[in-house]
């Protein structure tokens, strides 16, 4: 055996000190952005049925949440407002005293520090579930994006310090930035939802933002799932409107994505972990067909390994509890 040449990789894995020092990619708290749903009503902290752990908060029980969020070192969370009234334009949305502006306002006044994200779409706000306007049966574009800035400005009006338009219009970026640029809002960034498909990861999503579209799906404005170059012809766009931040979205089916948009782009890559991905793995955790926490670690860590400079995910508060550990 001796005189045998090949490498020896392993001399880099033979202990648990030594494979730290050589570990390519390293998760921290500060890579976590975790999702909120603020609801109408009083005293409301009710499950999710198809997400597991993910809850409903009313104004007057946020604190809870985010008491934790604060005491896990977690710095960013994105806001999703669901209303009790609906309408065909979604006047909630925009509307100075919706659920969203009042939740933003609450935890802008009591926890300061916290990045507040505001994901700025119309469809949990509409009666039909779409993310635009609609006229006979077909979503339309440009009259969806003046309500997409009113929004967006109503928004940073009540102290949201990120916008996330998800609504997938064409042009909603330079539309948002010039509604926030006019506002005296030039200094809050844009974290677009660049790279969005029309994906059926959503499916326990629609059921918490109750947006499911009444007609109809989102596959006139959301991207076909096959596509790979179209994804970058979405992030070039977003890019050159004045994005900041670059959305994928999902995340777990889309690594090859997340990849070459971060050697595309320069702007901070930031991976959607939805609903569905979460779902899959809550479900097969609850069953004990998998180990949970290993493999939320393995596929967050992915998510970085690809290219992810910042991860939304439904599991940040046990990644944050596990890295504490
Ligand atoms: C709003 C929006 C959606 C999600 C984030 N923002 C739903 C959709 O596009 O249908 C999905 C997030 C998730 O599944 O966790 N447009």
Redesign the pocket.
């Given at each position: 055996m001796k005189d045998l040449q090949f490498a020896r990789h392993r001399r880099l894995r033979q202990s648990a000190n030594m494979r730290a020092l050589v570990r390519e990619t390293n998760l921290t708290v500060n890579d976590l952005i975790y999702?909120i749903f603020a609801v109408e009503g009083e005293n409301i902290k009710n499950e999710i049925a198809s997400m597991p752990g993910v809850y409903h908060w009313s104004l007057d029980r946020l604190h809870e949440i985010m008491d934790e969020v604060v005491s896990l070192g977690i710095k960013s969370v994105i806001l999703?407002g669901v209303p009790n009234h609906k309408d065909a334009t979604g006047t909630e949305a925009y509307h100075d005293h919706g659920i969203v502006q009042e939740a933003i306002r609450f935890i802008k006044k009591n926890y300061p520090d916290i990045i507040v994200i505001a994901?700025t779409?119309l469809?949990?706000y509409t009666d039909h579930g779409h993310?635009g306007v609609v006229e006979d049966g077909k979503i339309l574009n440009d009259p969806s994006l003046d309500l997409l800035a009113k929004t967006a400005v109503s928004q940073a009006k009540a102290g949201a310090d990120i916008i996330a338009p998800?609504?997938m219009m064409d042009g909603f970026v330079t539309a948002i930035r010039k509604g926030l640029d006019e506002a005296g809002f030039e200094d809050v960034p844009i974290m677009s939802?660049a790279v969005?498909y029309a994906s059926a990861?959503?499916?326990?999503?629609?059921e918490a933002?109750d947006?499911t579209p009444a007609f109809g799906d989102?596959k006139t404005y959301?991207m076909d799932p096959a596509n790979r170059l179209e994804a970058l012809r979405e992030a070039q766009s977003d890019v050159e409107e004045g994005a900041d931040f670059l959305i994928v979205?999902?995340t777990l089916s889309y690594l090859d994505i997340v990849r070459d948009v971060r050697n595309e782009f320069r702007l901070p890559v930031v991976g959607?972990n939805?609903?569905?991905e979460?779902s899959m793995v809550k479900g097969a955790a609850q069953n004990g067909w998998i180990d949970e926490k290993a493999i939320v670690l393995e596929m967050i860590t992915s998510m970085k390994r690809a290219g992810c400079d910042l991860i939304i995910t439904?599991f940040s508060l046990d990644i944050a509890r596990w890295l504490a550990e």
């Amino acid at each position: 055996m001796k005189d045998l040449q090949f490498a020896r990789h392993r001399r880099l894995r033979q202990s648990a000190n030594m494979r730290a020092l050589v570990r390519e990619t390293n998760l921290t708290v500060n890579d976590l952005i975790y999702p909120i749903f603020a609801v109408e009503g009083e005293n409301i902290k009710n499950e999710i049925a198809s997400m597991p752990g993910v809850y409903h908060w009313s104004l007057d029980r946020l604190h809870e949440i985010m008491d934790e969020v604060v005491s896990l070192g977690i710095k960013s969370v994105i806001l999703f407002g669901v209303p009790n009234h609906k309408d065909a334009t979604g006047t909630e949305a925009y509307h100075d005293h919706g659920i969203v502006q009042e939740a933003i306002r609450f935890i802008k006044k009591n926890y300061p520090d916290i990045i507040v994200i505001a994901d700025t779409c119309l469809c949990e706000y509409t009666d039909h579930g779409h993310c635009g306007v609609v006229e006979d049966g077909k979503i339309l574009n440009d009259p969806s994006l003046d309500l997409l800035a009113k929004t967006a400005v109503s928004q940073a009006k009540a102290g949201a310090d990120i916008i996330a338009p998800s609504n997938m219009m064409d042009g909603f970026v330079t539309a948002i930035r010039k509604g926030l640029d006019e506002a005296g809002f030039e200094d809050v960034p844009i974290m677009s939802y660049a790279v969005k498909y029309a994906s059926a990861f959503y499916g326990p999503f629609r059921e918490a933002a109750d947006s499911t579209p009444a007609f109809g799906d989102r596959k006139t404005y959301q991207m076909d799932p096959a596509n790979r170059l179209e994804a970058l012809r979405e992030a070039q766009s977003d890019v050159e409107e004045g994005a900041d931040f670059l959305i994928v979205k999902p995340t777990l089916s889309y690594l090859d994505i997340v990849r070459d948009v971060r050697n595309e782009f320069r702007l901070p890559v930031v991976g959607y972990n939805v609903s569905g991905e979460y779902s899959m793995v809550k479900g097969a955790a609850q069953n004990g067909w998998i180990d949970e926490k290993a493999i939320v670690l393995e596929m967050i860590t992915s998510m970085k390994r690809a290219g992810c400079d910042l991860i939304i995910t439904y599991f940040s508060l046990d990644i944050a509890r596990w890295l504490a550990e």
